[in-house]
Structure formats: structure tokens, C-alpha cells
């Protein structure tokens, strides 16, 4: 048996990039050190630079990034203006105050901003928008459909319904602008209310239309097919779900905030995914799907979703022994300490920047050679897009 | 395979049935084509068979249809899905995945088909498909004759016994609608599969079948039986038909080939007779252009739509503007509307920028038609169409009603536009783009969804406009339409103009837009059924 030198492209399995993510993310939300937290965001941004595909998805990152910027400007903006004041620390500059009545004396505006403050709310900021983009890291590194795909089979036609609507949205926007044009050419306005109401008929119209259109073909093609089973088994099946989802809200908890629980976070988090899992093999039963081609889960996505709790499991550890430097605080006014172990963590988060798959079989929107022509304006929502055809026969001359 | 005993339906509230005790016995292995006029329960019959009607659809059905052996009494759609394969009109509103291949799988993973058979049957609907190349592609990139054979392959990884098509070709060009029909024929030859279908274009289909089921509306019996028999009569047919039944050949001709051999007496009477010279003049410099287009490159991004276009259309003469799919028809009419800014060269309609005109002053111009006409309409009901459109063109009062009974009299004019069928639809989106009296009129794709009756009323409606001055432009697929209506043919390619000249010489000579009539007469170049009749009646006195 020979093995090929060269890996196989594939796309990793969704859920191994989301488990990575939610590591990354969990570790953000358990310490303010901005060291720690930029280091968080270096991580996930380098692998995603390592690791994305070329399909659209992909490019969701620099939007998340950009939001991350937002939060933070606008954290400090926000406690420029109305930071609690009162608090000695070093006075940057003073805004005017504006006097407010006694009764609100819980809110200020203006007044003397200090350094202090202004560090303070930058880290908040920076731990949000570290959280957020640990969430586009995995969006743009693990396909929004192929998620979807690898929902247990009792969640698969919520699944399928979510990603209709997801295909629904940008063609409802297409829509308007197809119906607009058509106004303008029989000389109605398309602005003001009447306008607004000659675009939204036949926008609705022909949404309505094509939902029934797609209803019609899921059902003919066997949407919602169901097995006949016991009734105890359907109540097995809702009980343990709907408990297994309450324990995990509570087991959740216990592990982001460390302190609460005496440490019972996790067991609880693991019944809770035990029950979960038990209420939706149960459920599955009902339905006789089964899947084209899923995602293997092999010794690549091991190493992906392992880092991710590597990098956890090193905060936890460094949390349960008090190291220093996990939470900073900016009052009195002292450089922040680093500590090793979580550091060491979030480095082995680096990792399926070479341990992943090189993305490769993701459909590309526009295979090369081809050419798509938009939907010109005249043609309807929905309907056939003209493209320039190479394959067919070429007319005579 | 197929059995309807004694089936009635009627839609709720409607208050005629739109079946009416239909008795139908379909064999296996057969290739069915139901024919008839538009709203004469066409697609209600082909529902019927996989149980979306009456289960998805609702109203009354009486009787029973039996499919492999099992009711639609007993079955919903979804439980019939590994039997029947069911591919709707519009085949990117059917699809649910993002990819081919993942669309290509869905049907099977419903029915809980294991994953190495899922695997083989996918690979065996690429190659019988032919869709080696598009298998990671989205499904949106896809041109319509590639959406089509997708569609298809789609339910028939299910390897269902039946396929059912409602009309699997009306949105595609001639060569596309040629690639999908021969990947049908083949599913019916090498796997013995049925297959019924609607389809509005015979001559694309009629040879294909192996027996017609003729709907009459109305509540009249259906008419079954081969091709040869139900052509005899019926009282929709394709040209090569109506040219057999006129010459009186026997055995009725259904394909070019057939017709062909028949045809050498009839070439030989018709040798010395001209076929009656079309409308079209040559240019001439001192008439008026209706609109110009010069060097005009529009592009999206890096695709170039159009690339160097140069047009003058002239007042009274009918263009047709063909080409494949993707050539870039539908933006040539919309930058003639002014909806599109030209990337380079310009477009004078008038002698003015349409793009500089005032919308509702812009109407009296040039009007257009698009593909969809139901986008013009979204009044209550016709005659508030009506109202709303002499009010936004600032016309007297009624002027619009009064050109809609000239298209089409005895309108229903309380009806709602939607409720309206696929032919007033058309004619009541005609009426209010030509009410304000549009020196140039351009159409998009008209006659998709019409039959015949209604596609020979609108080639009346624009022989008229044109002989009364108004230039018409038509973006078509549909060559018995252009060599029907059309002086001047013009063939875009890749954003070119290929062609450019009299119909009749343009669609004579190739292969692809030639109408059945001219394939069968070639060299000589008749063009429809009534040409030869009227020089035959004028040939026999003399």
C-alpha cells in the first residue's frame, strides 16, 4: 500500500473549525490581558490567511474585522462621554460637563477622562471584538452550507430550511431592483408611499411564487418523509433533548464563569451533551435520510479541534491556579503581567495553520473559462440566468 | 404504469371541473407528450400523476390515479418520490442545495438511499447527463439548458420508473432545448424509463413521442394515440404538421427527415413560384432612423456584454434579434430602453439619449416588453391597470382600455392580472406599453408559455404596429415566430453582431434558426405554412 505524497485537497470538516473557534473564543471571554486577547486575534487571523477557501464565505472575515474596530471606537467614544467619573487616575483632558438633576446622578456627561478609564474600556472593547472574531475566523474557514449538512438527521430539514432562506434573501433584493426598473419603464414613480407599494406587490408576489415553486419540488422529491415509530420513543426522544438543551445553558455557564458552580461546569456540560445526544439519535429514527459524501472526520480535524481545546484547557488550568495576569486591572496604573501558560495555549492554537488540509475541492461560484453575464434588468426574479455558454455549439457561419 | 380511472378534479372555488372523468392507461417505456391551449389543465393532468394534486394543491379529486401500483389516495408526493421523478417549469426555483453534485444527491438522501449507492447513482447521472464539467459548480452560474439537465438528473438519482416534465424546454434557445430533448429521448431508449411531459413547442417535441395526449379543455374527452394519428386533427400543431395536412402526405411527416422525403414533388411545383417578398427594404440614407446604436460595448465588470454594436432600426420594420442564450440580447433592449448606461458608444432612440429623457415623456418613445410581462402589473384588477397606466403616460382617459380590446377583445376586465392566463398577461402588459404610442417598441422573449391561438394573435397585434410606422424589436428563441413576424433578422454572438439582414435569407441558411417550413423546402426559401398555401391557391387557377 503506497500513500500519496502530496495530501488530497479537501475542506475540513465544518465542525472541526467551529470546536477550534469556540476554544479561541472561550478563551477570549475568561481574561482581559490585551496581550493575551491581540495574541487570540493574531492566531485566528493567521490561520485564516493560512486556511481559507476562494469560495465568498471566505471573505467574511474583514467584515468581522472591521466590526471588531467599530466596537472597540466606539467602547471608548462611549466612555469618553459617559464613563463614571470620580474615579482619580491620571486626567488626559477635561470635556465640559453637562449638570444633570440629582435623580440621575447614576449617568454624567462629560467631565475629566482619564487614562485609566479610557485603558479600561479599550480592553473591553478588545475582548468583544476578539470574540467576534474568533466567530468569522470559523465562518470563513468552514462552509455556512456544509455546517448545515452535518446537523444529526433530526435537525436536518430545520437545517435545510434555514439554508433556503439563505439562498432567499439576496434574491429578494435582486428582485426589487428587476421591479423598480420595470416601474420606471412604464413611467410610475417608485419612490413614496404608492411607489413603495407598486415595488412590494409583485415583490411578494413573486417571493410567494417561488417558495411554492420550491415547495412543491421538496416535497416531490420526498422532503418530510417519515417512518412510523413508537410513541414512547417520540417522547423519549422530546424529553431528552429538551433537558439535555437546559443543562447545557447551565453547564455553559459554569465554565465561562469559572467561579460559580464549585467547578461543576463541565460534568454538567457533559451529561447535558450525553442527554442531547440521546434525544437526537432517538429522533433520528423517524426520519430514513442519509447523507451524500460527508465529511470525514480524520486524523486533520483530531489536530484542528484538539488545539482549540488545548488553548482552553490552558486557560482553565492557569485559571484554577490563580496565575497572575489573567485578569489586569488598569487602577492603579501598572503594565500588564504575561502569563506563560495560557500564552504557550494559544500558540498550539496555531497549529492547523499547517495541520489543515489545503482548502481545494470548494466550489468556486464561476469555474475559470466562463464568463456570467448579471441578470439583466428585464428578465424575471428567479428565473434562468443568462450565461455566456461555451459548450454549446457555435452557430454557423 | 400510469393509470387515471374515471378522475375528475376541480380546483376549490372554481366551478368547473378542470378534469372531468379522464380515463388514461400510460404502458411503461413510453415517451408521452400532453399537448393543448394554455389553462386547459395541462399541468393539473401531469400533477395529478405524483399526487401534487390534489394533495399539495387542494380542491376536489374523484376517482382514482394509480402509479406503479400505488393510489394517490394512499400516497403524498413525498412517498411517491422514489417512483415518480417530478421536474417543474422553472428549474432554478426547484432547486434546494447550493452545488450540482449536492443537488444532484438531495432526492436520494431523503429517501435514505445508503452512501455507496448514492455515490454510484450520482456518477451515473454525470455521464448520462453529460455534466462532467459542472458537477462543483453553483447551480445559479448555470446556463438554463445545463439548469434543466441538472434538474433532471436531480430526480433521477432516485432511478425513478417515470419522469414527469412540465415543459422542459420553454425558457431555452434552440440548441439548449436540442440538448435536453435528446438526453430525455436517451433516458427512454437505454433505460426503458416513461416519460410524460407539457410542452407548448411540438415541433421541438412531436418527434420524440411515442404517443400525444391531446387536452381540449372544457371538459372534453381527452384524445390519445400515436403522433401520426392525433396530428391528423388536432387542433394544435407544428408547422411540419399543418404543411403535411395542406399537401395531404400520407403517412403524416413528424420530423424534418420525414417530411424531407415527401417533399420532392411538392419542391418541384413550387420551384417556379417566389415566395412572397417580406416587407423589408433595403436601407436607404434619407429615411429616419427610429433608433441607432452605435459602437456600443456595455460590460459588467470584466464580462463584456456587448462589444461594438452598431444598429440603425428604422420605423415599420419588425426586427428579430436571435442568438444563444448569454449573447447579449436582453442587454441590447434594455440599453435601447434606457435602462442601461453604455459602457462605451452610444444609443439614440430619436435621435435622443434614452438615458436623457424624463421617464413618464420617455414612454411615447420606446416602450418595452420584458420577459415576464406579470412585472409590468400589479393593479387589482385590468381595468385599474388600465387607469393607472393613462394616468402615469398622461394619456386621455380610456386610451388604454381602447388599445387593449384592439390586442386582445373581450377581456375580462374585472379579472386580477395574476389571475389572468400566461397570453392576456402578455397582451394586457402589450397594451399598456403601446397605449402611449412608443416609436420603438422592444419585446423580450414573447411568446414564452404562449400556444399557438395566442401566439398568432400577437404576430396580427405587431404586423399591424409595424405597418402603422412603429419599429419593433423582438429578442427571441422562437424561430417559427421570427420567420412569422420578422423582415430583418440579426444574430448576436459573444456581444457581436454576426448576422445582419432580411429574415428570410438569415434563418434560411442556418442550420439552428431555420423554422421546420424551410428545412423541409430547402433550397428554396419558404418560410411558414401560409406562404406556401397562398402561392399554391394562387399557382392552381393560372
Request: proline share 8%; charged share 20%.
Amino acid at each position: 500500500m503506497t500513500r500519496a505524497a502530496v495530501p488530497r485537497r479537501r475542506s475540513l470538516h465544518p465542525v472541526a473549525w467551529w470546536l477550534w473557534a469556540a476554544g479561541l473564543a472561550i478563551c477570549a471571554m475568561r481574561t482581559n490581558n490585551p496581550f493575551l486577547l491581540a495574541l487570540i486575534g493574531a492566531v485566528a487571523c493567521v490561520v485564516v490567511s493560512a486556511r481559507r477557501s476562494s469560495a465568498p464565505w471566505s471573505r467574511s472575515i474583514a467584515f468581522f474585522l472591521r466590526l471588531g474596530v467599530f466596537v472597540i471606537v466606539i467602547r471608548i467614544v462611549i466612555e469618553i462621554l459617559f464613563g463614571q467619573r470620580g474615579i482619580p487616575g491620571h486626567v488626559l483632558f477635561t470635556l465640559p460637563q453637562v449638570p444633570l438633576p440629582s435623580w440621575a446622578a447614576a449617568v454624567s456627561i462629560g467631565g475629566p477622562v482619564t487614562l485609566e478609564s479610557i485603558l479600561d474600556a479599550f480592553v473591553l472593547g478588545l475582548q468583544l471584538a476578539v470574540i467576534l472574531l474568533c466567530f468569522g475566523a470559523a465562518n470563513s474557514l468552514a462552509s455556512p452550507y456544509r455546517l448545515l449538512r452535518s446537523l444529526p438527521a433530526v435537525l436536518y430539514e430545520t437545517g435545510v430550511a434555514v439554508t433556503v432562506a439563505l439562498c432567499f434573501a439576496p434574491e429578494l433584493v435582486q428582485s426589487i431592483g428587476i421591479v423598480r426598473q420595470a416601474r420606471r419603464q412604464r413611467g410610475i414613480p417608485t419612490t413614496g408611499l404608492r411607489g413603495m407599494r407598486g415595488i412590494a406587490v409583485p415583490v411578494l408576489e413573486s417571493a410567494l411564487d417561488r417558495s411554492l415553486q420550491l415547495a412543491t419540488s421538496m416535497d416531490a422529491r420526498g422532503y418530510g418523509r417519515r417512518i412510523a415509530v413508537a410513541r414512547s420513543s417520540r417522547r423519549l426522544a422530546g424529553g431528552a433533548t429538551v433537558c439535555g438543551l437546559l443543562l447545557m445553558m447551565v453547564g455553559i455557564y459554569g465554565v465561562i464563569d469559572g467561579g460559580s458552580l464549585l467547578g461543576l461546569g463541565l460534568p454538567i456540560l457533559a451529561v447535558a451533551t450525553l442527554l442531547c445526544g440521546v434525544g437526537l439519535a432517538v429522533g433520528g429514527r423517524r426520519t430514513a435520510r442519509s447523507r451524500y459524501r460527508p465529511d470525514p472526520w480524520r486524523q486533520p480535524e483530531w489536530i484542528v479541534a484538539g488545539s482549540g481545546v488545548v488553548a482552553l484547557v490552558a486557560m482553565s488550568v492557569a485559571h484554577a491556579l490563580d496565575v497572575a495576569g489573567l485578569t489586569v486591572s488598569f487602577s492603579p496604573l501598572a503594565f500588564p503581567r504575561i502569563p506563560l501558560l495560557p500564552v504557550v495555549g494559544i500558540l498550539v492554537a496555531l497549529v492547523p495553520a499547517v495541520a489543515a488540509p489545503k482548502p481545494g475541492g470548494a466550489a468556486p461560484l464561476v469555474a475559470p473559462g466562463r464568463v456570467e453575464e448579471p441578470e439583466t434588468d428585464a428578465s424575471p426574479p428567479g428565473r434562468q440566468r443568462e450565461t455566456v455558454d461555451a459548450d454549446l455549439t457555435g452557430l454557423p457561419s | 404504469m400510469i393509470s387515471f380511472d374515471r378522475v375528475s378534479f376541480t380546483y376549490s372555488e372554481a366551478e368547473h371541473p378542470t378534469l372531468h372523468r379522464v380515463s388514461l392507461d400510460i404502458p411503461e417505456g413510453e415517451l408521452c407528450v400532453v399537448v393543448g391551449e394554455t389553462g386547459t389543465g395541462k399541468s393539473t393532468l401531469l400533477r395529478a400523476i405524483n399526487g401534487l394534486v390534489p394533495h399539495f394543491s387542494g380542491g376536489t379529486l374523484a376517482g382514482t390515479v394509480t402509479v406503479d401500483g400505488r393510489t394517490t389516495r394512499d400516497n403524498r408526493p413525498r412517498d411517491l418520490a422514489d417512483v415518480v421523478g417530478f421536474v417543474g417549469q422553472n428549474p432554478l426555483a426547484s432547486f434546494v442545495t447550493e452545488t450540482v453534485e449536492d443537488e444532484l444527491a438531495y432526492t436520494m438522501e431523503n429517501l435514505g438511499v445508503p452512501s455507496d449507492a448514492m455515490r454510484r447513482r450520482v456518477e451515473d447521472a454525470v455521464d448520462l447527463l453529460g455534466l462532467q464539467d459542472l458537477r462543483d459548480r453553483s447551480l445559479r452560474a448555470l446556463s438554463g439548458g445545463q439548469q434543466q439537465r441538472v434538474a433532471i438528473g436531480a430526480v433521477l438519482t432516485a432511478s425513478p420508473r417515470l419522469l414527469v416534465l412540465d415543459e422542459p424546454t420553454s425558457a431555452l434557445d434552440p440548441a439548449a432545448a436540442e440538448e435536453v430533448l435528446s438526453a430525455l429521448a436517451r433516458l427512454v431508449h437505454d433505460l426503458g424509463l416513461t416519460v410524460v411531459m407539457a410542452e407548448h413547442r411540438l415541433e421541438r417535441v412531436v418527434p420524440f413521442a411515442d404517443r400525444i395526449i391531446l387536452v381540449p379543455g372544457n371538459g372534453e374527452p381527452l384524445v390519445v394515440g400515436p403522433p401520426k394519428v392525433v396530428m391528423r386533427s388536432a387542433t394544435v400543431a407544428p408547422p411540419l404538421v399543418e404543411l403535411g395536412r395542406l399537401v395531404g402526405w400520407e403517412p403524416l411527416p413528424l420530423s424534418v427527415r420525414d417530411a424531407r422525403r415527401q417533399a420532392g414533388p411538392l419542391r418541384t411545383r413550387l420551384a417556379p413560384l417566389v415566395p412572397p417578398r417580406g416587407a423589408w427594404r433595403e436601407p436607404s440614407a434619407d429615411q429616419p432612423e427610429a433608433a441607432s446604436v452605435q459602437k456600443l460595448t456595455v460590460s459588467y465588470g470584466p464580462v463584456v456584454a456587448l462589444d461594438g454594436v452598431d444598429l440603425a432600426i428604422r420605423p415599420g420594420e419588425v426586427l428579430a434579434l436571435m442568438g444563444r442564450n448569454g449573447s447579449g440580447k436582453s442587454t441590447l433592449l434594455s440599453t435601447l430602453s434606457g435602462m442601461r448606461r453604455p459602457t462605451r458608444g452610444a444609443v439614440l432612440v430619436e435621435g435622443r439619449d434614452p438615458r436623457s429623457v424624463r421617464a413618464d415623456e420617455l414612454v411615447r418613445h420606446v416602450g418595452l416588453v420584458p420577459q415576464d410581462p406579470g412585472l409590468l402589473l400589479y393593479g387589482e384588477s385590468v381595468s385599474a391597470e388600465c387607469r393607472t397606466a393613462d394616468k402615469a403616460s398622461a394619456l386621455a382617459s380610456g386610451t388604454t382600455a381602447h388599445t387593449l380590446d384592439l390586442v386582445m377583445p373581450g377581456m375580462p376586465t374585472d379579472r386580477h392580472p395574476r389571475d389572468l392566463s400566461e397570453g392576456q398577461r402578455l397582451a394586457l402588459a402589450l397594451a399598456i406599453v403601446v397605449a402611449p404610442s412608443p416609436q420603438l417598441l422592444l419585446l423580450d422573449e414573447p411568446t414564452r408559455g404562449l400556444d399557438y391561438p395566442s401566439k398568432d394573435r400577437l404576430i396580427g397585434v405587431l404586423r399591424e404596429l409595424a405597418a402603422q410606422g412603429h419599429a419593433i424589436v423582438l429578442a427571441t428563441h422562437d424561430v417559427e415566430l421570427a420567420a412569422r413576424v420578422a423582415d430583418r433578422a440579426v444574430v448576436l454572438a459573444d456581444g457581436q453582431v454576426i448576422t445582419d439582414g432580411p429574415a428570410r435569407r438569415v434563418v434560411c441558411h442556418s442550420p439552428v434558426f431555420a423554422p421546420q417550413v424551410a428545412k423541409v423546402l430547402a433550397p428554396e426559401e419558404w418560410l411558414t405554412v401560409d406562404e406556401v398555401r397562398q402561392a399554391l391557391e394562387e399557382a392552381v387557377p393560372a
